[in-house]
Structures are given as C-alpha cells and as structure tokens.
C-alpha cells in the first residue's frame, strides 16, 4: 500500500515537472527564447534552488539574485559597465542632478591614491576637518586601494541624516612616509554642487570652470558665459580638469555654444548605425583655451576633443583619461535597482577613437594646476593680441 502511494505519488512529482517544463519551455518559445536560453535559465534555477535550501547558512533569494546580476555584468569585462543595486541607482541619479547626500569634498585619482581636491564650505567635510590633499584610505572599513573611484564615492554619498565612516590619511612627508590617519564619523548633508561658473582674472580674460555634465550644467555655462561678456571679456579659459563627464545631451548644448558650425561628435551603435551631433555656430566669438587633466573623462574628452579637432581652441595639460564609449542607464523592470551599460563607441569629428588614448593636448604642461593655469593664460594672450574673428561657412 505505501509502495503505491509513493508511486502514485512520484508520478505526479514527475507530471507536475513535465507539465513545469513544458510550459517553461511554450513561454520561452513565446517570447522568441532559443533552446539554448530556456536550458541556460532552467540551469540558473536549478542552482539559485540548491543554494537556497541546500547552503549550510540561510541565505536570502535577493542576495543570490543580485550577486547573479553583478556577475553577469562583470562577465564583460568592462570596467564602466555595472549592475547597481537600488542604493547605488539612487547614488548615481542624484550625481547627475548634481544634488545628492554626501560630505561635500571634491575628489580626484593622485598616483593611485583617491585624493581631496576641495572641501566645500559649510558642508559637513569641512567641520569634520577634512582638508585638500588628504587621502582618502578607508570608508567604512574598506580601503579606497580596493575600490574603484566611483565605489569610493557612492559609498560616501548616502542618505541625508545618516552616518559615514572614513578615514583620512594626511602626510607630513610623503617621500618618508610621514603621515597621519584621522578617523572621523560624519553625518551626511544634502549638497548642492554648482557645476559650472566662471570669473574674470586679467586683461578680459574669463575663467570657467565645468566640474561635470549634470541636467543644470548646460544652464549653469550659458549664465556664466552672460555674465563675463558683460565683463567684457575679450578670451576664455575652460577647465575641465577633474572632470569625470556626465550627460552626452549637456555636452552637446554646452559644444553648440562655443564649437564652429560643424560636426560635435559620432556616436556609433554595435549594429553599425551612427548618431551625429552638429553646432551650427557661424562664427567663433572668442579664442578659448582649454585644460584638461588624467581624470578629464568621457563628455569632458567629447567636448575637448570637438575644439581641438575643429581648431576652436588650444588644449594644455596632459593627456586625458580616455574613455571613448558611451553608456545608457536605465531602471530594470520591477525594481528599484537598475543597470549601466556600454552601448556605443564615440568618434571626435576627424573620425577619432580616444578609447583608452585619450586627448593628448596640443601643450603639455606637467607642473600642477598653477603652472597649468599661468600657461594658459599666457597662450591666450596671445590669441587675443592676434585673434581677428572669422565667419565659418
């Protein structure tokens, strides 16, 4: 009798798993799924199944699933590719708004170090003490030499109200190894970054500065632009030092004000079809000196690299870092994680691909960011003595 029972009982296990994988194998079929894909899914079921019930520690189905996702991403092997977890999707939203929790200091790559460049006044970074040139080392508990640039930052920025760990290692003598680390628990803030704004220095020239390509950007370069002509400014220094990059659309509104009538970029997909953007700017106003840097990447290097190629400006510094794709950002359906991904390859208008090249600058200047700054108003000196504005046809 017990002997029928389980054999009864195995046949409708077995019915119920035909029947599962039938109707599994109708909706991939459905939707267009090869046999190899619904095989690849039933495999991830089956592992994502044993490691549930069988892994000698509970473990959450959201944890597997998530680290699934990482890992399908990481597979590509490429570095601005990523999964990002419903924190991270946030993180990333709010820097391009240019308003977001954090701390309030502005970071750069220094021989392989996260280091402070600014402190913002009145954010909180400035009442912990941080100070420019400080090292980031660890944030909470883990060393920034094991992160990437953008980890390091998402894990500083969080939720308005909440608490970070960090320490800052501040040297007294770098070559002797001098140095002392401050441990500091800081509470996040909500800060607003200004992204872009200028000043007049000597002689009718303007500085201006882009920090990032955020949604305000484009505004914020159009009213300091306002602002120094009515200074009467006479040649512009940009400087797009530090600068990580941001939305491919601010870049080009930004490009349609100061590059000549002519291409901006080319933006071309993996099935081959090309995406143009063009200014339609019948004459340069103004002679322009641009300044870049190792960490000047991505719409930085788009913007630069469209007047270098078009001849609408001088570029000085040193080589960029060369990023020469393109990535689109979305939500993933049902969640509120969402996913980055390479899709394009971008071209500057002579057909150049700056893909781990990066702009090398017509003037290298390797002092720092003094020596970079004198050159440059030097060079447009004499772009103004001699500048004479033409139309462009």
Same mark, same amino acid.
């Not at 640039?149 to 320490?167: P, S």
């Not at 960011?369 to 060079?379: C, I, T």
């Given at each position: ?33 090869? $046999? ?33 996702? *990482?890992?399908?991403?990481?597979? &590509? ?6 999964? &990002? ?59 920034? /030499? ?15 109200? *909440?608490?970070?760990?960090? !320490? ?6 770098? /070559?002797?190894?001098?140095? *002392? ?8 803030? $909500? ?24 949604? +305000? ?85 788009? &913007? ?14 040193? *080589?960029?870092?060369?990023?020469? +794709?393109?990535?689109?950002? $979305?939500? &993933?359906?049902? +969640? ?11 071209? !500057? ?31 447009? @000196? ?7 504005? @033409?139309?462009?046809?």
């Amino acid at each position: 009798m017990f002997k029928d029972k389980y054999k009864l009982i195995g046949i409708v296990l077995a019915t119920a798993l035909v029947s599962s994988a039938a109707t599994a194998g109708g909706m991939m079929t459905l939707i267009g799924a090869n $046999r190899q894909t619904v095989l690849d899914i039933a495999r991830f079921a089956a592992l994502k199944n044993y490691i549930s019930t069988q892994y000698v520690e509970p473990v959450e189905d959201r944890v597997l699933v998530e680290g699934a996702l *990482t890992g399908m991403v990481n597979a &590509l092997g490429d570095k601005h590719s990523a999964y &990002l977890d419903a924190k991270r999707f946030e993180n990333l939203k709010n820097h391009t708004d240019a308003a977001f929790g954090g701390i309030g200091v502005v970071m750069g790559h220094r021989e392989g170090s996260v280091v402070v460049i600014s402190v913002m006044e009145g954010t909180p970074g400035e009442a912990a003490g941080i100070l420019p040139g400080d090292e980031i080392y660890l944030v909470e508990g883990t060393q920034a /030499a094991d992160l990437t640039f953008e980890e390091v930052a998402l894990k500083i920025r969080g939720e308005v109200g *909440t608490q970070v760990a960090i !320490t800052v290692r501040r040297y007294e003598n770098k /070559a002797a190894g001098q140095y *002392t680390d401050h441990e500091m628990k800081i509470t996040r803030d $909500r800060i607003h970054v200004k992204t872009a704004d200028g000043e007049m220095l000597e002689d009718g020239i303007g500085y201006l500065r882009i920090a990032s390509f955020g949604s +305000s950007t484009d505004k914020e370069f159009k009213e300091a632009m306002s602002r120094l002509k009515k200074e009467n400014l006479k040649g512009l220094i940009l400087d797009l030092r530090l600068n990580h990059g941001g939305l491919l659309t601010t870049c080009v509104e930004i490009a349609k004000e100061i590059v000549p009538k002519g291409p901006i970029v080319s933006i071309v997909y993996r099935d081959g079809s090309k995406e143009e953007f063009a200014s339609s700017l019948k004459a340069q106003e103004l002679p322009i000196v641009v300044l870049i840097d190792g960490d000047s990447a991505s719409a930085s290097e788009i &913007l630069a690299g469209a007047l270098q190629d078009s001849g609408a400006a001088t570029i000085v510094g040193v *080589t960029s870092y060369g990023k020469g +794709s393109v990535q689109s950002i $979305r939500q &993933l359906p049902g +969640s509120d994680d969402g996913l980055k991904l390479t899709v394009a390859k971008y071209y !500057t208008p002579k057909g150049r691909s700056i893909d781990g090249v990066g702009i090398v600058p017509d003037v290298t200047v390797d002092g720092g960011s003094e020596q970079q700054l004198s050159k440059a108003v030097e060079l447009l @000196k004499e772009k103004i003595s001699g500048n004479s504005p @033409k139309e462009i046809s």
